[in-house]
Nanobody
Framework: QVQLVESGGGLVQPGDSLRLSCLVSGFTSDYNAIGWFRQAPGKEREGVACISSLDGSTYFTDSVKLRFAISKNNAKNTVYLQMNSLKPEDTAVYYC????????????????WGQGTQVTVSS
């Protein structure tokens, strides 16, 4: 089993930056990727970014490309989502999940999930 804990959410203004953290523990053999997902009120959950544990390959959904970055610190068992130039439409609960990497054009799967952290972008 894998446990994930997100942190770093908050209320920011449009154009601001925010970094989310996902602390991962448990059986590393149960996954080969960590993904960030988000769900806005009244909308379906969507995959935002994903990073392969094997080679660091990444995936980003089109709406966040060039604004968001994903990285991992293996020594700290932590995956980060750096969010820049935030927009009101980025407002959502952000979740990290462990799963499988499916390439540069598809979000990774989500098998185990964190509890989520709220990101609100508003002036």
């Amino acid at each position: 089993q894998v446990q994930l804990v997100e942190s770093g959410g908050g209320l920011v203004q449009p154009g601001d930056s925010l970094r989310l953290s996902c602390l991962v523990s448990g059986f590393t053999s149960d996954y080969n990727a960590i993904g960030w997902f988000r769900q806005a009120p009244g909308k379906e959950r969507e995959g935002v970014a994903c990073i392969s544990s094997l080679d660091g390959s990444t995936y980003f959904t089109d709406s966040v490309k060039l604004r968001f970055a994903i990285s991992k610190n293996n020594a700290k068992n932590t995956v980060y989502l750096q969010m820049n130039s935030l927009k009101p439409e980025d407002t959502a609960v952000y979740y990290c999940a462990s799963g499988s990497f499916r390439g540069h054009d598809s979000s990774c799967t989500g098998d185990y999930w964190g509890q989520g952290t709220q990101v609100t972008v508003s002036s």
